[in-house]
C-alpha cells in the first residue's frame, strides 16, 4: 500500500483543496478493453479503432467520493506476455485495482487467477483483503457472452473483498460506478486498517496502565 500523497487542486472559488494521490491499476488480458474503459471514464469518449497498449499508459483524473477528493492516477498496463517484463514495474504502490475481462472471452476470464497472483507478487502485498474491483466489459455483446453469472459469482466468493460490476465502455454502462466503488472500497480498506489492533486478543500483551497503576499502590 502505497503512503498517502497529496496534491493541490484549484476550486472553482480559487482556493486550495486538498486531494489524496491514487494509484489504481487496470489488469487483465490484451483486447478486454481496459484502454476504452480507461478512456470512457476519463475523457467520456469511445472509440473503436484504439490500439492496444504497449508497455503502460496512464491518465490522470479527479474524483470526489464520500465528501473526499482524490485525483487518481489510472495506470493501463499491455496484456500481451511480451510487455510483462515492462508492466510489473508498476504494480508497486498501487492503492487500488481493477480486474478486468471480457465477457465474449473465456480465455480472459480463466486467465484472472493469474493476473491476480501477478499482481500479488510484483506489488508486494500481503494483505489479501486488498480491494480489488472485478470488471466484466463488452456487457453490450449480449449475443456474444460466452461467461455465465454463475462462475463469476463463485470467482467472487474466492476473493476477500471483491465486488463485480459488468461494464460497457462502448455504451458507458457502470464504467464511473466502478471507478467509484474502487474508491469506497479503498476507503473501508483504509479505515479497516486503522482501527484494527494487531496486539487485540493477544494473552503476551503488555498493559502499561495496569502495570502503572500497580506501581503507584506499591509501598515499597
Known sequence: ?????????QSHTGGGIRASFLKV??????????TSLMNRFVTNKYSETLLRTIGVEFLNKDLIVNGQTYTLQIWDTAGQEQFKSLRTPFYRGSDVCLLVFSLTNRESFENLEYW?????YHADVHNYEFPFVLLGNKSD???SRVVNQDEIEEFVRLC???????TSAKKNENV?????AAIDKFQKFEEDALNKDP???DPNKVDL????RKNRSCNC
Open 25 to 34: 491499476i487496470l489488469l487483465g488480458d490484451g483486447m478486454v478493453g481496459k
Open 116 to 120: 491476480k497472483k501477478e499482481f500479488f
Open 209 to 212: 496502565d495496569k502495570i502503572k
Open 160 to 166: 476477500p473483498n471483491m465486488e463485480y460490476y459488468e
Open 141 to 143: 455483446a449480449t449475443d
Open 199 to 201: 496486539f487485540k486478543n
Open 176 to 180: 464511473e460506478k466502478a471507478f467509484i
Open 1 to 9: 500500500m502505497a503512503n498517502r500523497r497529496t496534491t493541490t487542486m
